[in-house]
């Protein structure tokens, strides 16, 4: 309901509400003061407006992207017996902002490839292939999106060999202490068949994860979130969203929490709307929430922070990384990274026609 329905007949009361005055005038002759009617009434008004009125939620835009025209894959670099790294450039003509990704203080943002064998610069195209192209997107709309396929990986029930679409950042920049991320998605037309409950650890695949570092001023972190699919013993997928201490760090593995939500479809060949934030905190005021396609898949409370507090330096945007079978295929278009939930606390953007974006930079 709109505000203004309320405030112009309450703004006209006022101007003209002298009519109903009624003054008391001291022996002096100094003061006026309205009727005890108008009193109650212009309270009551007042009141009414601030239960109407709706909350200011702001968020400001950090980046967006629609892999669109003048944004290109780099070439390979930094290649060692098990991988490379790829960088993402140049400035997107849909929405004017440009990769690399320069807010979140981050160093690096495109493609991490990490292989299950030993590559060269001429054969790692056989493990792990990535490249922007025209599709039909979401809405039937043509689209660019980022395309990657894991080839060859680990044996079955390993994940060996993944992709991610990686923001990295040094430690020695602070936390990311709230943070929320869209974008759309597709996962491959055998995604069922490709995980497989047979094999042990072989029926998972992960769709978003973030990780701390600087433990001992080096890489290695306490603390870790990963949302996956999973396939259960009905053979039906299903969502788990887990907070743990595994990032690289050199600790016995703990589970901290894990959550699975059944309800929510996991769709298979059809784009798809994730949208994921997080507020850090040691306290019970934590918070992890992620939805698909406007259904919450999960909203955790609660500390996570790991032992050593370190802040969150590589944000695993989306990844073909699997513990199934090849290939593993990823599909993702239309990324946006706000400082807050754009469309109101806990509140899905997804059914959202259009949001009124910033200047691009």
């Keep these: 309901m709109n505000i203004t329905s309320y405030l ?10 002298r009519i109903l005055l009624h003054t008391k005038r001291s022996s002096m002759n100094r003061s006026s003061q309205p009727s005890a009617n108008l ?5 009551s008004l007042l009141i009414l407006v601030g239960f109407v009125a709706p909350a200011t939620h702001a968020a400001n835009l ?20 098990t991988g490379a790294w790829q960088a993402i450039s140049g400035t997107d003509k849909e929405t004017g902002y440009s990769w690399p990704v320069s807010a979140l203080d981050s160093d690096f943002s495109g493609i991490q490839l990490i292989t299950a064998r030993s590559i060269t610069s001429s054969t790692i195209s056989d493990h792990i292939t990535n490249e922007i192209r025209s599709v039909t997107g ?15 990986k680990g ?21 990311v202490k709230n943070l929320y991320i869209t974008y759309w998605f597709k996962y491959q037309a055998d995604l069922e068949s490709q995980l497989d ?7 998972w695949r992960t769709q978003f994860a973030f990780k701390t570092g600087g433990y001992l001023d080096t890489w290695r972190g306490d603390y870790r979130i990963t949302v996956y699919v ?7 997928l299903y969502w788990t969203t887990k907070g743990d201490n595994i990032a690289n760090g050199p600790f016995t593995p703990i589970d901290y929490w894990v959550e699975t939500n059944h309800a929510v479809p996991v769709p298979i060949d059809k784009w798809a709307k994730f949208e994921v934030y997080w507020h850090r905190s040691d306290d019970n005021n934590g918070r992890f929430w992620a939805a698909v396609n406007g259904q919450v898949i999960v909203d955790h409370y609660g500390s996570n922070i790991g032992d050593y507090n370190l802040p969150i330096t590589r944000i695993f945007v989306s990844n073909p990384y699997s513990g199934g079978r090849v290939s593993v295929d990823n599909h ?22 259009t949001i009124e974006y910033p200047g691009s930079k």
């Excluded at 112009?8 to 509400?17: A, D, E, I, S, Y």
């Design 8 to 17: 112009l007949p309450l703004t006209k009361f006022l101007v003209h509400g």
């Design 39 to 43: 009193t109650v009434i212009i309270s």
């Design 62 to 81: 950090l980046f967006r992207s629609n892999f669109g025209p003048g944004i290109s894959l780099g070439p390979l670099y930094n290649f060692s017996s």
């Design 138 to 152: 979401p809405q039937g709309k043509i689209v660019n999106e980022l395309f990657q396929r894991i080839k060859i």
């Design 155 to 175: 044996t079955i029930g390993t994940g060996g060999a993944q992709a991610p679409l990686l923001i990295d950042r040094s430690w020695k920049m602070g936390d």
């Design 197 to 203: 409950i047979t094999v042990p650890t072989a029926n």
């Design 230 to 236: 999973m396939k259960g013993s009905d053979n039906k």
């Design 332 to 353: 993702i278009t239309a990324l946006e990274i706000w400082d807050n939930f754009p469309c109101g606390a806990g509140v899905t953007c997804y059914d959202k026609k």
